[in-house]
T-cell receptor, first 112, second 116 residues
Framework: DGGITQSPKYLFRKEGQNVTLSCEQNLNHDAMYWYRQDPGQGLRLIYYSQIVNDFQKGDIAEGYSVSREKKESFPLTVTSAQKNPTAFYLC???????????FGPGTRLTVL | AQTVTQSQPEMSVQEAETVTLSCTYD???????LFWYKQPPSRQMILVIR??????QNATENRFSVNFQKAAKSFSLKISDSQLGDTAMYFCAFMKPIQGAQKLVFGQGTRLTINP
């Protein structure tokens, strides 16, 4: 089945540690995105990538980093510089030519 | 910058009733897309319906329809014959297409509960 997978589903991190969230898609989409969702708020864009080896900052990129070495993969690293990382993280992808974004199931990150 | 406002944090209706969720947006763009996404308790984001700004006809998908008022910058979602499975958070989103990618701007959501 074509779709987007995210792992792990739940992630716990100690303060001061970096963690990496995985996102993989087999939809052959060129563009991929990372969003953060906090309680009572909509989704906010962290980073997006239009093509392999290229990515741009979204609205809340501070404390996060990404890479796009393969078309299918767009991992997100939450660094120790992110002051309030506890949130629900959603990955999405879309065709280069436009259209709606398709979302993965999400990762719940909790800082202990 | 574009903004999206959903003025109803929570709504509750009885099964089989019709319910309308409100959304307004602010933009100076002429060509754009609008979406309604549903997020059930599983937290999976599911596309409900989309509307292209250049189309005057309101989009319809089975029990879901929109009332798109471009001049008023309003984009409401109507759910007819509501079902228990419609219980979810609903997000309105604005998208401006840019070459190679699209940036979505989301509203804060409306929590809809369908009661038996």
């Amino acid at each position: 089945d074509g779709g987007i997978t995210q792992s792990p589903k739940y992630l716990f991190r100690k303060e001061g540690q970096n963690v990496t969230l995985s996102c993989e898609q087999n939809l052959n989409h060129d563009a991929m995105y990372w969003y953060r969702q906090d309680p009572g708020q909509g989704l906010r864009l962290i980073y997006y990538s239009q093509i392999v080896n290229d990515f741009q900052k979204g609205d809340i990129a501070e404390g996060y980093s990404v890479s796009r070495e393969k078309k299918e993969s767009f991992p997100l690293t939450v660094t120790s510089a992110q002051k309030n990382p506890t949130a629900f993280y959603l990955c999405a992808s879309s065709p280069r030519q436009g259209g709606e974004q398709f979302f993965g199931p999400g990762t719940r990150l909790t800082v202990l | 910058a574009q903004t999206v406002t959903q003025s109803q944090p929570e709504m509750s209706v009885q099964e089989a009733e019709t319910v309308t969720l409100s959304c307004t947006y602010d933009t100076s763009e002429n060509n754009y897309y609008l979406f309604w996404y549903k997020q059930p308790p599983s937290r999976q984001m599911i596309l409900v319906i989309r509307q292209e700004a250049y189309k005057q006809q309101n989009a319809t998908e089975n029990r879901f329809s929109v009332n798109f008022q471009k001049a008023a910058k309003s984009f409401s979602l109507k759910i007819s014959d509501s079902q228990l499975g419609d219980t979810a958070m609903y997000f309105c989103a604005f998208m401006k297409p840019i070459q190679g990618a699209q940036k979505l701007v989301f509203g804060q959501g409306t929590r809809l509960t369908i009661n038996p």
